[in-house]
T-cell receptor, first 113, second 112 residues
Framework: AAGVIQSPRHLIKEKRETATLKCYPIPRHDTVYWYQQGPGQDPQFLISFYEKMQSDKGSIPDRFSAQQFSDYHSELNMSSLELGDSALYFC????????????FGSGTRLTVV | DAKTTQPTSMDCAEGRAANLPCNHS???????VYWYRQIHSQGPQYIIH???NNETNEMASLIITEDRKSSTLILPHATLRDTAVYYC?????????????FGKGTKLSVKP
């Protein structure tokens, strides 16, 4: 079965650079979520999109932005990277009006040096 | 969304049942109980969810108390591959759904 695809799997950037993470949800899933997980931390909700519109916002820094495109894939754009942005970034997708759980991707490991 | 409380860690012998408790005393009538797990550095994995009835699937069973203030996730025959952090999350689902907010889960160590 198709899963949530994230790319790239690993990314190394220098401080003050920008990074773009991509997420391809499960076909026919209409909602995408982004999470950040720092070393030794629990996943923190960043932002979600439903039908290409921002649905909810969590603890996403102002330096980050995201969008969902017409084909439902989503991108998380991160600018002015800081060392503290080094983390695993997970994307998840779901069908909004159903009670089923989210399906998570394998994540992108971002290292800022 | 209601807050949950779970033990920080638990051990379980391989082949035995793992019973993971969760307290959610402030749960609202329209909030579901969800369980996810995260094996080291992998994406969280959905296990099971329930509203008020006990539920069972191929991975686990979920027992919810009658007053819905607590629940237990049961892995009937734990294997080494079940070693993970287990998260109990309560949220509104469906049209007015809340976001999945991870708290401090239970680190389950399955030992040979």
């Amino acid at each position: 079965a198709a899963g949530v695809i994230q790319s790239p799997r690993h990314l190394i950037k220098e401080k003050r650079e920008t990074a773009t993470l991509k997420c391809y949800p499960i076909p026919r899933h209409d909602t995408v979520y982004w999470y950040q997980q720092g070393p030794g931390q629990d996943p923190q909700f960043l932002i979600s999109f439903y039908e290409k519109m921002q649905s909810d916002k969590g603890s996403i820094p102002d330096r980050f932005s995201a969008q969902q495109f017409s084909d439902y894939h989503s991108e998380l754009n991160m600018s002015s990277l800081e060392l503290g942005d080094s983390a695993l970034y997970f994307c998840a997708s779901s069908v909004r009006d159903r009670v089923l759980g989210y399906t998570f991707g394998s994540g992108t490991r971002l290292t800022v040096v | 969304d209601a807050k949950t409380t779970q033990p920080t860690s638990m051990d379980c012998a391989e082949g035995r049942a793992a019973n993971l408790p969760c307290n959610h005393s402030t749960i609202s009538g329209n909030e579901y109980v969800y369980w996810y797990r995260q094996i080291h550095s992998q994406g969280p994995q959905y296990i099971i969810h329930g509203l008020k009835n006990n539920e069972t699937n191929e991975m686990a069973s979920l027992i919810i108390t009658e007053d819905r203030k607590s629940s237990t996730l049961i892995l009937p025959h734990a294997t080494l591959r079940d070693t993970a952090v287990y998260y109990c999350i309560v949220r509104v689902a469906g049209r007015s759904q809340g976001n999945l907010i991870f708290g401090k889960g239970t680190k389950l160590s399955v030992k040979p």
